[in-house]
């Protein structure tokens, strides 16, 4: 069975503080992606991770990619109330997505 | 361009019974598949539809069913209603040939069973 981790649960920042979220799979996927949820909204796609080693930037979020393509992790700088929600990992092949239980994230004005 | 458009947005529902649930993609989206999200189980697949049929299927037991019509729109149906069904239920869409690789989600319906 194909799982994803991601941890921490949940993490509380003032704002202007950096963090770092993180995903664990036991397997590997063709690639990995992460969304943002807002309370009452749907997923919204940030990024997808192909390549092992991969490392992607989105203004102050920074997305990586393990060199095994097993884990991921993001990276905020400088959080900003906006960036308050639930982020979620979801690994995908060609024929599932498999989602993270989600980090919510709450930064504090 | 409009988003995922998903109906109702609420509902409430008692044991035993049925609910059937709407979503019209993006226009030009051909795949919809659908999720569950709980609080103890996350956002769990359930199908997915591609040209009115079922290409992929999650772990959910058959009183879960789902069909897609030649518009692309999709509805889902859960028979027997449980109180374990009470979840934000999400449909998202994705553009020809990218399959999972980039999916535009709905704002879900909202089910509680009582």
């Known amino acids: 069975t194909q799982l994803l981790e991601q941890s921490p649960q949940f993490l509380s920042i003032q704002e202007g503080e950096n963090l770092t979220v993180y995903c664990n799979s036991s397997?590997?996927?063709?690639?990995l992606q992460w969304y943002r949820q807002e309370p009452g909204e749907g997923p919204v796609l940030l990024v997808t991770?192909?390549?092992?080693?991969e490392v992607k930037k989105l203004k102050r979020l920074t997305f990586q990619f393990g060199d095994a393509r097993k884990d991921s992790s993001l990276h905020i700088t400088a959080a900003q109330p906006g960036d308050t929600g639930l982020y979620l990992c979801?690994?995908?092949?060609?024929?599932?997505?498999?989602f993270g239980p989600g980090t919510s994230l709450s930064v504090i004005p | 361009k409009a988003g995922v458009t998903q109906t109702p947005r609420y509902l409430i529902k008692t044991r035993g019974q049925q609910v059937t649930l709407s979503c019209s993609p993006i226009?030009?989206?051909?795949?919809v598949s659908w999720y569950q999200q709980t609080p103890g189980q996350g956002l769990q697949f359930l199908f997915e539809?591609?040209?009115?049929?079922?290409?992929n299927k999650g772990n959910f037991p058959g009183r879960f069913s789902g069909r897609q019509f030649s518009n692309s729109r999709s509805e889902m149906n859960v028979s027997t209603l449980e109180l374990g069904d009470s979840a934000l239920y999400l449909c998202?869409?994705?553009?020809?040939?990218?399959?999972?690789?980039?999916?535009?989600f709905g704002s879900g319906t909202q089910l509680s069973v009582l």
């Open positions: 226009s030009g989206h051909r795949s």
């Open positions: 979801a690994g995908v092949s060609h024929d599932k997505v498999i």
């Open positions: 539809y591609f040209s009115e049929t079922q290409r």
């Open positions: 998202a869409s994705s553009e020809p040939g990218q399959g999972f690789e980039k999916l535009f």
């Open positions: 991770v192909v390549t092992g080693g």
């Open positions: 397997s590997v996927f063709s690639s």
